[in-house]
């Protein structure tokens, strides 16, 4: 679909195409938005995650500035061959390698590649959810508030919903629904699998879902599950919390930076864990949680990246 915004304030957008083969998309437009960049020569380039990093090299040569923001390890996703996992592990080193500035959501994964001098940490925003009385949409999808569990997220093995649904299939309290709202971009065996896998417990799958039925599904619900394997920081977590809902996360390190109460842990990849886990939530009283959502604010992460831009832009 071709983007009909032609300018924001003082955004140009510019539109190229691409192509819908899945696992090259990226790279095809990457390519194209470097070739833009060597024409257009703007003063800092800004590459997001390690993927698009490849081209960092060529951009350098053109004498640009580059500004790389390390979103996650995709090359720890489970739906890569070998040879894209090779493919996305040089991508790192070279944009690790040549960019001016590396922008980390992690300070784990900042620390992991070196916690070089050009390293900076600067958390993800997340949009505050308002609070919303209806409950017209849940009532839709045959739930009631604060009866549900929720997960949100693309339909991709690192996700861990298979393991979440397993979890929930073996409950002592079966009291509450399971929710996951998400789909994935491209009908993957996983994703067959998933949603029938869903149908056989009753899940309830709403596919992607957006503005005032997103907001309903997460303030309604008694619950927020993230039972992901990888994350690079995990924002559907970090929009529950702008709820002040309850949480139940897995123990990588990405969720663990954002300090939760330790009993809103279980062990990753471990159905044993989640089961005991979620029982235990969901036999105590699901009452709001109040979270310091301070670091995660859109105003100070701007502030914080127009001060990256301004120091490169010295040099």
């Known amino acids: 679909m071709v983007n009909k915004i032609k300018k924001f304030d003082n955004i140009n957008f510019i539109d190229l ?15 194209l938005a470097a070739i833009v960049c060597l024409f257009k020569r703007p003063d800092i380039v800004h590459v997001h995650n ?14 640009l500035k580059i500004i790389l923001t390390y ?9 890569w061959s070998e040879f894209t996992r090779h493919f996305l592990k040089y991508s790192e080193f070279l944009s690790v390698k ?29 949009r505050l959810i ?11 999808l045959g739930l009631q508030k604060k009866k549900y569990i929720l997960a949100v997220g693309r339909f991709v093995e690192e996700k861990g919903f298979d393991l979440l649904i397993n979890a929930y299939s073996n409950l002592k309290n079966r009291g509450f629904h399971l929710v996951i709202a998400g789909d994935s971009d491209h009908e993957t065996a996983y994703s067959a699998r998933l949603k029938k896998l869903a149908k056989i417990h009753n899940i309830v799958l709403p596919g992607f879902v957006r503005g005032e039925k997103l907001q309903q ?12 394997y990888n994350e690079g920081q ?11 809902l309850s949480v139940l996360a897995s123990d990588i390190p990405a969720n663990l930076q954002v300090s939760l109460p330790e009993d809103s842990y279980f062990t990753s990849g471990d ?9 235990q939530k969901l036999q105590s009283e699901l009452n709001e949680v109040s979270y310091d959502m301070t670091q995660y604010n859109w105003n100070h992460i701007a502030i914080q990246t127009k001060e990256v831009y301004e120091q490169l832009l010295k040099k």
């Open 271 to 279: 159905e044993v864990s989640l089961i005991e886990k979620l029982d």
């Open 71 to 79: 979103h996650s390890p995709n090359y720890e996703h489970v739906k």
């Open 98 to 126: 040549f960019s001016d500035k590396v922008i980390f959501v992690s300070s784990y994964q900042k620390e992991k590649l070196g916690n070089k001098e050009n390293f900076i940490n600067i958390n993800n925003g997340v």
């Open 130 to 140: 308002p609070p919303v009385n209806s409950d017209d949409y849940i009532k839709e």
């Open 17 to 31: 195409p691409s192509t819908r083969i899945p696992g090259f998309e990226a790279f095809y437009h990457s390519f």
């Open 50 to 63: 390690i993927g698009p990093g490849f081209f960092i090299p060529l951009l350098k040569l053109a004498g």
């Open 234 to 244: 995990p924002l559907s977590l970090l929009e529950a919390m702008s709820c002040n």
């Open 217 to 228: 599904l997460y303030v309604h619900s008694g619950l927020f599950v993230l039972p992901s």
